[in-house]
């Protein structure tokens, strides 16, 4: 068997070397920040993190392992990260929450020199780093900041499921939503109730005062509704001038009170800059969730109550029709 010389294994050790020092001064130059963590969970080098409006300094975490350095729940996710890069000497991917107020051994002029102190969100490349002079195993565990991408989601998001002129919930999300209560009212045998509202003679601002001024009647009325409902209700606009609330928790006693005020303090609203004041009503229909049916057939009768409403006079509350005697609430 051939036997490589010294001076062959020398010449190997020293570009082995030179390919390290290149490799980490490469990471040094990088914007986001890298750390060599052992089998054990120990911070061996930080390296890089050059963009300092995402990162702030790691050096203080040499020294430290990540169960000293982190919450409990996200060490232990980490060091079961490394050590499956380890055991597989497959690259690891995860994407991660992380605050400069989570990270202990930070001092506080460093934590103080963060731009943004809550939350980040980092995607975690993990890999073996094999000839790393360290008498154990270890990875190199590059953090990219993802927060930028992770907003801009969140804001698609958000703009995908709201109203853009109340910012209130618009109908795609609305009806995601009341699927989701009339399941949970049906599971666990609890009332649903909700309200279908229209403001009398909408069309009548717009052709008199401007869009303008119907707009800002608009927002004025969603903000009356939410000022009067618990965090646990929903509301959403579904058409023009038209809009659900939906009551989880609530019979239709319950709705009624509640529609009561809506009317009586949406008389109340004076559309701005309007000579002589104009102020708007509501009409509302209202029903409750009965055994076996679905969304669509209790937003029906509500809408038929809402009908009764306008043709009573406006400006007033209707109730849904009595239910068969073969149709019990939902709770019944």
Not at 167 to 184: K, T
Not at 203 to 227: M, P, W, Y
Not at 296 to 320: F, I, M, V, W, Y
């Amino acid at each position: 068997m051939d036997e490589t010389s010294p001076t062959d294994q020398a010449a190997l050790i020293a570009r082995l070397k030179a390919e390290r020092d290149q490799l980490l001064t490469l990471l040094r130059a990088l914007p986001d920040i890298s750390f060599v963590i052992d089998q054990d969970g120990l911070y061996v080098r930080v390296i890089g993190g050059a963009n300092q409006a995402m990162y702030v300094s790691g050096k203080p975490l040499e020294g430290t392992t990540l169960q000293e350095a982190l919450p409990d729940e996200i060490g232990r996710r980490f060091l079961q990260v490394v050590r499956d890069a380890l055991q597989t000497g497959e690259m690891q991917f995860l994407e991660y929450e992380l605050g400069v107020d989570e990270v202990q051994p930070l001092p506080p002029h460093v934590r103080a020199s963060a731009s943004d102190p809550g939350k980040q969100y980092f995607e975690g490349r993990v890999l073996p780093l094999p000839s790393y002079d360290h008498p154990k195993p270890v990875v190199l565990w590059v953090a990219v900041n993802i927060t930028p991408r992770k907003q801009l989601e969140q804001y698609w998001r958000t703009a995908a499921e709201t109203d853009p002129l109340t910012g209130i919930a618009n109908r795609r999300a609305l009806l995601e939503q009341a699927h989701g209560e009339v399941e949970r009212a049906h599971r666990y045998g609890h009332p649903l109730s909700l309200l279908i509202l229209d403001i009398d003679h909408f069309k009548s601002i717009n052709s008199r005062f401007g869009h303008a001024r119907g707009d800002e009647a608009l927002r004025r009325f969603t903000q009356v509704c939410t000022e009067l409902l618990r965090t646990s209700d929903r509301i959403g606009r579904i058409g023009g001038e038209e809009f659900v609330i939906l009551l989880p928790e609530t019979d239709l006693a319950g709705a009624v009170s509640l529609g009561n005020r809506i009317v009586e303090t949406t008389a109340s609203i004076e559309v701005a800059n309007t000579s002589p004041v104009f102020t708007i009503t509501v009409s509302i229909g209202v029903a409750t969730l009965r055994r076996g049916e679905g969304f669509e057939e209790t937003l029906h009768r509500a809408d038929q109550a809402l009908s009764r409403a306008k043709a009573n006079g406006r400006n007033r509350l209707e109730t849904e029709s009595a239910p068969r005697p073969d149709e019990p609430p939902a709770n019944g």
